[in-house]
């Protein structure tokens, strides 16, 4: 016989998990949507195809990497990276914006810096997950 355990959530990390889970799954469904339409965003938004195939699997690969770790034993760790690549992500898009690496339109001005906002949003929720599990 064989026994299936799943991770032991508890009330103080509860909110993490939920928090990163939120992000995995959004983050994901937003990489595929992009795979699905890059053409015409790159179109839209002054990158290349290459460019948003690429971000678009890298936003499926991070969703499922970011999910996989809401599930470990142990979240603290998982949720520490999970803000830090929030974080770098955000001042990422930031830099794309004002350094002109592509000659973005204004709609990839939006895009880019709502994708922005997006992880500094789940940030600060993962941040608030990892405060609360201190309390």
């Keep these: 016989?064989?026994?299936?355990?799943?991770?032991?959530?508890t009330?103080?990390?509860s909110f993490l998990r939920f928090a990163m889970r939120l992000d995995a799954v959004a983050t994901g469904i937003g990489g595929v949507a992009g795979l699905a339409i890059a053409p015409w965003l790159a179109e839209v938004s002054g990158t290349?195809?290459?460019?948003?195939?690429?971000m678009g699997v890298f936003f499926v690969v991070y969703g499922v990497a970011v999910f996989a770790l809401?599930?470990?034993r142990h979240v603290r760790v998982?949720?520490?990276?999970?803000v830090v690549g929030n974080l770098v992500y955000t001042a990422l898009a930031v830099l794309v914006v004002l350094a002109g690496v592509w000659p973005l339109t204004t709609m990839g001005v939006v895009l880019t810096l709502g994708s922005g906002?997006?992880?500094l949003v789940m940030a600060d929720l993962q941040y608030l997950g990892l405060r609360r599990m201190r309390a």
Excluded: C, H, L, W
């Excluded at 016989?1 to 032991?8: K, L, Q």
């Excluded at 290349?48 to 690429?54: N, R």
């Design 1 to 9: 016989m064989s026994a299936i355990t799943a991770p032991t959530t």
């Design 11 to 13: 009330a103080k990390d």
């Design 48 to 54: 290349t195809p290459a460019f948003e195939y690429s």
């Design 70 to 72: 809401s599930r470990a």
């Design 78 to 82: 998982p949720g520490i990276a999970a």
């Design 117 to 119: 906002v997006f992880t």
